[in-house]
């Protein structure tokens, strides 16, 4: 539906809709940060403190939605607010690739072998759960909305569903088959999708005008 279509009544719905999916994830994502953050420093995780960073990115993600969100009504704030909040996202995702590069890779140079994670495995999979239900809810009232920026978001919502099958994936190799190399590995896997996401953040994207999407 392109934004146009909408009476004002309907999109008052979609933006009231929208901005409590975006305080769902950002709930969710400060849990998943803490837990993810504990695990990792008690079991020496590279990955899973990514992954809890990670969190906090997905926290500002949703922060910055909701300054969208606040903006709707008037259009000219609405176009600066979005360019502006991609970039800002952008700029937090290459920090945060460059971060999970350098930690992982001096885990595996010093052969540093992290300790199993049982709490670090629940939580990736209830990740795994629980995220794209959200990306998708929050995808369909972006579009609807007419809204780059909030499908942008909500993108970044399945790029957490992707990370935590990796890190799933890593931290049940090395509980299952005692492959250390598993957990710096799986962090690296997940810089390539980090650094992309930033880079179409810090390129920009244009003007939303009503219908954009």
Known sequence: MGATLLSAHARSQLV?????????????????????????????????????IDSGIELSASAIAL????????????????????????????????YVAVDAASALWH?????????????????????PLLARAKRRVGAALGSRALVAEAQQTSLCMWLSMILLCGLLLNAALGWW?????????????????????LRGTPACADGCC
Do not use: C
């Open 111 to 131: 052969r540093e072998a992290p300790g199993e994670s049982p709490v670090g495995i629940a939580l990736a999979a209830a990740s795994v759960l629980v995220m």
């Open 181 to 201: 190399w598993a957990d710096p590995v799986a962090a690296l896997g997940m810089v390539p999708i980090i650094a992309r996401e930033g880079v179409l953040g």
């Open 16 to 52: 009231h809709r929208s901005r409590w999916l975006n305080i769902a994830t950002l709930v969710y994502n400060a849990l998943e940060g803490v837990i993810a953050i504990a695990a990792g420093l008690t079991a020496g995780s590279v990955a899973l403190i990514g992954f809890g």
């Open 67 to 98: 300054w969208r969100l606040d903006a709707d009504a008037d259009l000219k704030r609405r176009e600066r607010v979005e360019r502006i909040a991609h970039r800002l996202i952008g700029g937090l995702f290459v920090a945060l690739a460059l």
